[in-house]
Nanobody, 116 residues
């Protein structure tokens, strides 16, 4: 069973930075992509950032230029560096590992709260 464990969520003031971590229990190269999603209260879960096996990255328009997804292959860990945080970034952030079109794994989520 694949396990994804997120950490790094916190309460931060607007303009601040946080780095989220997602530690996988298996080789992250076994997945087609690793992603970060977020879900704010009363809203649908949205895709924030993706990194593929080949290292290509993609971001939601709302976070482009502020967030950076990266990985440490040796540690089987994916990161989300979040800079210039805004109150609208407040959400539970989830790590996601995509095995294929039909199989995904999710972490338990980590809370990010940005105060104005």
């Amino acid at each position: 069973q694949v396990q994804l464990v997120e950490s790094g969520g916190d309460l931060v003031q607007a303009g601040g930075s946080l780095r989220l971590s997602c530690a996988a229990s298996t080789n992250i190269f076994s997945f087609n992509a690793m992603c970060w999603y977020r879900q704010a209260p009363g809203k649908q879960r949205e895709l924030v950032a993706t990194i593929t096996t080949g290292g290509s990255t993609n971001y939601a328009d709302s976070v482009k230029g502020r967030f950076t997804i990266s990985r440490d292959i040796a540690k089987n860990t994916v990161y989300l560096q979040m800079n210039s945080l805004k109150p609208e970034d407040t959400a539970v952030y989830y790590c996601n590992a995509k095995k294929n079109d039909f199989l995904n794994y999710w972490g338990q989520g980590t809370q990010v709260t940005v105060s104005s």
